[in-house]
């Protein structure tokens, strides 16, 4: 029969070997399943992780074999592990991003540890088996994005990770099973069932589901398709009159995906992986980095950093309505606003942990900073993670004008975070759950994971 375009999918998840990842691809897979690990370990510290916990241990759970972020000895049956992590990781909104805009690590990463662990012995995957599969999840999602210019802005309508993150956790399972080509199509087909959340829920806590479904769903299809469960062969062409994964976007147009070996580049191999600095929305670092550039400027200019000196704050941003948020009023929603990380940037010189705490949102000299806050949007400063900036302008009583700008930001995949500031972040974030020498046991073992010979262990 005629190649088309799921056919093509379901023979590269099939076909792609160890030897088809380069050296640069490995070491930035591994850049990403270590920081994933350690947002999703100081996840697990979240009011939201303790929810979805407790939702999983209250259901009956007869295989309960895989390991849990930030719980010591507690298990549970392998989808709701991956759900659990899923939420953990995503917690915070602390994890890795792509362009175009996904969180590719947090839907592939835990259904990946869960199924290790549920897997016989005998039958564990090694290291390099682990990380084909991760890779496999992630190029997954990213040729998906490349099939709509609707993906390469800052979403709208569906959240990406509950869309392409289903459909690549289940590529990534699917292979991390051994699935054959048929079966690896129909656990595509039956993902897309699977897949899709509104972006009305950013900013509240079902945000970090959505990432959390993405692994369990995905996770899900393909041991459905593993156990004979059939699903639309086409479904990620674009079939006139009968919506597949075209469902999620308007513009759409899928093309095969060639075969592994000397003809195919990873996408990772093109281009890196955005690596947060602090937990919140991705748009909210270039803000934070215009505001501490300003505000240097401003200290060098009056002394010290005086807020009543300030007039107005000007804030040159895209349009984008979920993260344009003037007065949050949770944590959540300070992570998806502009103005807040910014005036938080101003008034504390950093964004962290800290700074999406109740005592810390509701700060009256932060309340008065934020009613200085102006909007304006500047035609040239599109929705869009690889060209927008941020733009900070403080407008001082003196009339006196300081403007900061920032148009990538340290930790982007143009400008991707050194290995010491990965680890020193990796390290922040595991030891709040892990004590040191468990800490730098991961760091070790993801280093030299190639060389795992039973991946369960991580």
Known sequence: PEETVTSSFASFIQAVRPEHLSKTVLQRSKRMVLDSIGVGLVGSTTPVFQIALQYCQELYSPVAVSSVYGKPGLKLSPTLAAFTNGVATHSMDFDDTWHPATHP??????????????????????????????????????????????????????????????VGSAAATAKLLALSPAQCAHALGIAASLAGAPMANAATQAKPLHVGNASRLGFEAALLAARGMEANPLILDDIPGCSGFSAFYGVYQPKPLSAPGDHHEFL??????????????????????????????????????????????????????????????????????????????????????????????????LRELLDKVVVEHPEDNVANFDKMYGEVALLLHSGDVLTGKCDTFYGHWRKPLSTESLLKKFRSNASRVLPEEKVETIITMVDNLENLSDSSQL
């Open 268 to 365: 990772l191999e093109k281009q890196d992986i955005a690596f947060k600095r602090f937990p919140a929305h991705l748009g909210m670092h270039w803000v934070v980095d215009a505001a501490l550039s300003v505000r240097n400027l401003f200290i060098n200019y009056a002394g010290s950093f005086s807020p009543t000196l300030i007039r107005t704050i000007v804030l040159k941003i895209p349009v984008s309505k979920y993260i344009n948020r003037p007065f949050p009023s949770s944590e959540h929603q300070a992570r998806h606003s502009f103005q807040f990380n910014a005036c938080t940037a101003l008034l504390d010189g950093e964004v962290d942990l800290s700074s999406f705490t109740e005592s810390s949102i509701h700060r009256q000299e």
């Open 105 to 166: 690590s947090g839907a592939v990463l835990p259904a990946l540890l869960a199924a290790s662990q549920m897997l016989p012995p005998g039958t564990k995957p090694n290291g390099m088996d682990f990380l084909l599969a991760f890779n496999v999840g992630v190029e997954v999602q990213g040729r998906l994005m490349h099939f709509s210019t609707e993906a390469h802005n800052i979403p709208k309508r569906f959240h990406p990770p509950s869309v392409v993150g289903t």
